[in-house]
């Protein structure tokens, strides 16, 4: 079934309509007040026969139950903009004749002969607005749209203006709600995932806490195995010294002399006592020697016995004894 067409002109509302498989329609009906006009709307519901079927109606306004205005010397402001200045003035553009307007508004394609701008608007009492969408809705008719007829504006009972309001506003709401649960649903699942993570992770270095002590246990052994290995082998590395440089002493001393004391470092620094025949043959076999620090005779030989035998000192580099004997 095609919509309703409900055409309402002074004292007259005029209805077409195409029953299922017939033929159109048509009836008129008189309204001589906003009151009988709603009653008169509120009967259409038997002109469908179909249970449970949705009607839809489209309404045309006849010019004559509206009032036209050209307006001009409007500031240049979108259409949405040009609806609020008609309907926030229009006590200056129409006769109210006591009675709250419904308005409506748009630009003019063409300039006029001035070449200046104009608006199209329209203007229908409320109470007549509200008859007709309130008696269609009485019947179970849905108003699809309430059109002006020359002008094509299309007009809004306060109503119905704020039922569309509350509609989008709920729905705003709803999608904000929505938005508000998606987003704290994705904080959660993202907590809830850092905390498993840092519960698997601080497991894991329970876990691997022992084998972590282990190692730095290992690693301290190991530096002071290391720390060992080293001093032995630097008093190796001395003693070879050392035991080097003995020898050579002792390669270098003469037959006739025998040493009492002998105080030696790795530098080849020290000192040694004993006694020579004479004692300057022992230094010169010294010297000759290539003693590395140097030799030095400390003071002067004193006799030791018969036979030219001598007690001596001599001072093996510059330096006082250090380590080794």
């Given at each position: ?17 195409t029953p ?44 004559h ?74 019947a ?10 020359r ?12 039922r ?16 508000v649960?998606v ?9 809830g ?37 080293d ?7 001395r003693?070879d010294?050392?035991?080097?440089q ?10 006739s ?5 002998l ?14 025949r ?42 006082g ?5």
């Amino acid at each position: 079934m095609k919509p309703l067409r409900v055409t309402v002109a002074p004292s007259v509302v005029r209805l077409e309509w195409t029953p299922p498989r017939g033929v159109p329609q048509h009836l008129a009906l008189a309204w001589p007040t906003p009151e009988a006009l709603r009653a008169v709307l509120a009967g259409v519901s038997a002109l469908d026969s179909r249970p449970g079927h949705e009607a839809v109606a489209d309404v045309v306004l006849d010019d004559h139950v509206l009032q036209h205005r050209t307006l001009r010397g409007l500031p240049p402001v979108r259409a949405q903009a040009l609806q609020e200045i008609v309907a926030l003035h229009q006590g200056q553009y129409f006769r109210r004749n006591g009675h709250p307007l419904v308005t409506a508004a748009r630009w003019n394609a063409l300039a006029d002969r001035d070449g200046e701008t104009t608006a199209m608007a329209v203007a229908i009492d409320v109470e007549l607005l509200e008859a007709i969408e309130q008696g269609l809705s009485a019947a179970g008719v849905r108003v699809r749209a309430i059109r002006c007829g020359r002008s094509g504006l299309c007009l809004q009972s306060p109503s119905r203006l704020q039922r569309t309001n509350n509609r989008r506003r709920n729905w705003r709401l709803a999608l904000l709600l929505v938005n508000v649960m998606v987003w704290s649903t994705a904080a959660g699942v993202h907590v809830g995932r850092l905390v498993a993570a840092d519960r698997r992770l601080r497991s894991e270095l329970a876990t691997l806490a022992p084998a972590a002590t282990a190692i730095h246990e290992a690693r301290r052994a190991l530096a002071v195995a290391a720390a060992q290995v080293d001093s032995v082998r630097v008093s190796e590395q001395r003693r070879d010294r050392i035991a080097a440089q003995v020898a050579q002493l002792a390669s270098a001393l003469p037959d006739s002399a025998y040493l009492a004391t002998l105080a030696l470092d790795q530098r080849g620094d020290g000192f040694l006592t004993g006694s020579a025949r004479p004692a300057t043959a022992l230094l010169a076999a010294l010297e000759r020697a290539g003693w590395p620090t140097g030799v030095k005779l400390e003071g002067e030989p004193t006799p030791d016995g018969a036979r030219g035998w001598e007690r001596f000192t001599v001072r093996l580099g510059h330096k006082g004894t250090h380590d080794g004997t």
